[in-house]
């Protein structure tokens, strides 16, 4: 049902700005992965003053006329030759470009300015050259003066022909004006503030060359070449046969799309080549005849064949779709190049040559750091690592294409192939989503890490099995990580939390005070070694910690009624407080509406401390009622409720 201007308006209106941003960004990249332009296809637009109060459009002339997806430009005189060169960064590849200006103009001096009073970049300072004959240049020094970029701070003045200086001056930020001498032309200077006089500066002389490179385009063809940074494996399919340790090409073909059956027949044709290469092909025909317009005669390919099957059509586009960012449904015939292991590495749209697949074949046995060149379509240094492999984010995409059990089923069979603590991690939170407490124990226990920065996954895997209750085995990743973490007090406290539910008790107790020597005003801190002093027979030590916990956090139920049982029962004369303990109880108990049946026996036993056995006795009933209503273990309350009857104060745990 289509919604009405008003109402889509207000329904717009709910909608918070950061929301709005984050929905704004969203559509965006769904029409980018749809093909469209950022820029709107449009080229780069360079526009050269006429001097006559118009522009002239000079991108063709000066080469600048570029079909990328330009965001920022910044401006400098990158090789100090006195014309300012442009870097320029996009969107698509090349994600940056220095275009370099050979061109030789007039005449021309740059400044750089260095405050002292002001600020010392000089941000914000102006300088005006008089020239004469009423011809003034100014430039202001500026930060962030475009889009993603900051040009550089030296002000470059571009002069004329033959230009005299009849004066300089400089308008700093604050509002002094201060007058300067020594500008020479061709030169670059620097001028600190309130000294009046510019210094000449020499560029450095190491200054590396700059090696021109000739701007290509690449033509238009009808096959698409996509080589991955980053193998990531397919799941295994029915349909797909084990080809054994070797190289795969999984081809989806029909008969009647004759660029497949050119290809089919160049594979049929070349394959002494292609098996000395070492390469198994998988040809899948997607049916697209049905039964009376199929040829009598089939086509005879010496490979593996069969049907591609709904399900194998559909991993493979969600895995494109996932790596690829143009979301456009496959074309046939297309190409799916796996390694001996099974990782994607090339994804061909169109008809293949047979050298180029050849060549790739190659590929696939050189170092991933060396084949990743074959990822872009010209040279260049690599500012980053090699990507690792992104297993869950294809299994991301399984999910969200509405099969989670091809996700699970996917993350297993990765882990059995290939060791990933970040994949065991994710898969081991699935499992526990799903309460498959056992399963997810396993799959956590095969992390091996032991480096600095791997016992993160350590941790991370403790702290999720602690959340779950599965104690023992998240004690052992905490332990596994503390040699990292043992300065972390949250760590200090998840591990202080396992030690505890193992029994250990001295580990528990170490932990929790190191926690709070980290963190001296955490209220649950305090509380947690207080129960842990308590656990350890240090009852004395325990108030301490409990009154801390309730300084912190006033009227907090745990530390309370804790303090007062203690206050109430230990069996040290002085420790004890009945008076003290009835206060400590009883507003926690009309907050929680007096139907706790352990609250209740800790003011029984504070008031059987202070000899008011009756309300004592009348108390545990009431306890020992709801106690019964939620299945409670009541043993405690009727030795109590025993000791009360016979004029005895309760003494013990």
């Known amino acids: 049902m289509s919604q009405s201007p008003e109402n889509l308006s207000a329904a717009l209106a709910d909608i918070k700005a950061s929301d709005r941003y984050k929905l704004g960004w969203k559509a965006l990249t769904e029409l980018i992965g749809q093909g469209r332009s950022f820029s709107g296809n449009e080229s780069n637009c360079f526009f050269l003053n006429t001097r006559d109060g118009r522009f002239t459009d000079a991108s063709a002339a000066t080469g600048l006329s570029l079909y990328d997806d330009g965001r920022a430009v910044a401006v400098c005189d990158w090789d100090f030759d006195g014309s300012q060169d442009l870097w320029v960064s996009n969107r698509n590849a090349p994600r940056v470009r220095l275009l370099r200006n050979s061109s030789r103009g007039g005449d021309w001096l740059a400044l750089r300015l260095s405050g002292t009073s002001s600020n010392k970049d000089a941000v914000g300072a102006r300088v005006v050259l008089d ?7 100014s430039k202001t020094v500026r930060a962030g003066d475009g889009f993603l970029a900051q040009s550089s701070k030296w002000l470059h003045f571009g002069l004329g022909n033959k230009a005299t200086i009849s004066s300089a001056t400089v308008y700093w930020p604050g509002g002094k004006v201060e007058k300067i001498s020594g500008l020479k032309m061709h030169q670059y200077h620097t001028l600190e503030q309130g000294k009046g006089q510019a210094v000449l500066w020499k560029p450095p002389a190491e200054n590396l060359a700059i090696k021109t490179s000739q701007i290509t385009f690449n033509e238009s063809n009808d096959t698409t070449r996509t080589w991955l940074i980053g193998r990531i494996p397919l799941p295994r399919l029915e349909g797909i046969p084990d080809t054994g340790n070797s190289p795969k090409l999984i081809n989806l073909w029909s008969e009647s799309c004759a660029p497949c059956v050119a290809e089919i027949s160049e594979w049929t044709k070349h394959e002494k080549k292609i098996r000395e290469a070492g390469l198994d092909i998988v040809a899948l025909n997607v049916g697209l005849l049905d039964e009376n317009q ?15 099957s709904p399900e194998i059509l559909d991993v493979l586009d969600i895995f494109h779709r996932t790596f690829v960012e143009l979301q456009q449904p496959l074309p046939i015939p297309t190409s799916f190049l796996l390694d001996k292991e099974g990782r994607v590495a090339a994804i061909y749209k169109g008809h293949v040559p047979l050298f180029t697949l050849l060549d790739d074949v ?65 898969l081991g939170r699935l499992l526990l989503d799903e309460n498959n407490l056992e ?22 895997a403790g702290i999720l099995l602690l959340k779950y209750n599965q104690i023992r085995p998240a004690r052992n990743h905490l332990k596994a990580a503390l040699s990292v973490y043992k300065d972390n007090p949250d760590f200090r406290f998840n591990l202080g939390i396992a030690e505890a539910g193992s029994g250990n008790l001295v580990e528990s107790l170490n932990h929790f005070r190191a926690c709070v020597r980290m963190k001296p005003t955490d209220a649950v801190a305090h509380f947690q070694l207080g129960n842990a002093l308590q656990a350890t027979g240090k ?15 006033p009227g907090w139920m745990f530390p309370a009624n804790n303090l007062a049982w203690l206050l109430s029962t230990h069996p040290d004369s002085e420790l004890r407080n009945g008076e003290e303990a009835v206060k400590l109880i009883t507003p926690i108990i009309k907050a929680d509406g007096g139907k706790n049946h352990t609250t ?13 056995f009756k309300g004592a006795i009348e108390t545990t009933t009431r306890a020992l009622h709801y106690a019964q209503s939620v299945g409670a273990n009541d043993a405690g309350l009727r030795a109590a409720l025993s000791n009360y009857r016979n004029g005895k104060a309760f003494r013990g745990k």
Request: zero cysteines.
């Open 539 to 553: 009852g004395h030590d325990a108030v301490t910690h409990y009154r801390k916990s309730l300084q912190v956090r």
């Open 131 to 137: 020239l004469g004959d009423n011809r003034l240049r």
């Open 294 to 308: 199929r040829k009598t005669t089939p086509i005879t390919f010496p490979f593996n064949s069969g049907k591609a």
């Open 439 to 460: 399963q997810a124990v396993r799959v956590f226990a095969g992390i091996s890490a032991t480096t600095e920065n791997e016992a993160d996954y350590h941790r991370s």
């Open 362 to 426: 190659a590929l696939l046995s050189k170092p991933e750091i060396e084949a990743r060149d074959a990822a872009v379509p010209f040279p260049g240094r690599w500012a980053s690592d090699l990507f690792p492999p992104q297993a869950i984010r294809l299994a991301e995409s399984f999910a969200r294409a509405g099969n989670p059990s091809l996700r699970k089923r996917y993350l297993k069979d990765y882990l059995l192939r290939f060791e990933s603590e970040e994949t065991r991690l994710y």
């Open 600 to 612: 209740l026996s800790t003011l029984a036993a504070a008031l059987a401390e202070t000899g008011d």
